[in-house]
């Protein structure tokens, strides 16, 4: 039997949830390894040359350390929900905007979350920065609900956790702004299934586990 390709992945953090959303999305299962960022397993450096996650290693050994990139490489063999041909714009529209979110949003965002590593920035500064895209998000969704038309498309799988993200910094403070649709999108997403499914909860990984299959429903533990 060819191996599984393994994905080394993060619960928390927000490039791997968007990998592993895709993966679902895909139909493709995986051997998911928890990694522990303080404490990254041998095996984990030497598949992955960024050393972060997600980092997925194909059955035939080629490595792909970028989230999007694990998006992409999955739908490209199998998109069953169409995330790859909106309904509105095409993927290279996707594409730039996902690199905007993932460039400035980001940067913001983090800025404003990991503040006392920032101590030379304006914390309100950059949550304001960081908004001003949400609202600009905002005016996309209210056209149709998702981000390239009435329903849901890589681009939105992709910026989703990081909208995620930047709402759980101050939960009261985003709840409180005037971005109704944002926040209904934000809220379809975290209350789906698919979510639910891919935020379980694994033990980190060591060599000599057993596997753990990701994406199959009926075989979570199966025997090395
Ligand atoms: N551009 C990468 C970024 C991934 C990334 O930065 N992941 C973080 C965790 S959320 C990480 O692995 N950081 C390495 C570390 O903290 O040691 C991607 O899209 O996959």
């Not at 030379?120 to 949400?134: F, I, P, S, T, Y």
Request: hydrophobic share 45%; glycine share 6%.
């Amino acid at each position: 039997m060819t191996p599984l390709p393994i994905l080394y992945s993060f619960r928390r953090c927000p490039y791997a949830m968007r990998a592993r959303m895709a993966l679902r999305a895909s139909g493709t299962p995986v051997e998911l390894r928890e990694v522990v960022l303080r404490d990254k397993a041998p095996e984990f450096l030497a598949a992955s040359p960024s050393a972060t996650v997600p980092t997925l290693v194909a059955a035939d050994g080629g490595v792909i350390d970028e989230s999007l990139d694990i998006m992409l490489w999955a739908l490209c063999m199998n998109d069953p929900e169409g995330w790859l041909a909106p309904e509105a714009g095409a993927l290279d529209d996707m594409l730039a905007l996902i690199e905007h979110i993932d460039g400035p949003f980001k940067q913001s965002l983090d800025r404003y979350k990991y503040d006392t590593r920032h101590p030379d920035r304006d914390r309100l500064e950059e949550r304001g920065k960081a908004a001003a895209e949400l609202v600009a998000l905002e005016d996309r969704l209210a056209e149709s609900g998702w981000l390239f038309g009435g329903r849901p498309s890589l681009a939105d799988m992709a910026i989703l956790p990081f909208v995620r993200q930047f709402a759980n910094t101050d939960r009261a403070w985003f709840d409180g702004e005037d971005w109704p649709t944002l926040k209904a999108w934000l809220e379809a997403f975290e209350q789906s299934d698919r979510f639910q499914a891919i935020m379980d909860k694994y033990p980190q990984w060591a060599a000599g586990d057993p596997v753990t299959v990701f994406g199959d429903e009926f075989a979570t533990q199966s025997p090395a």
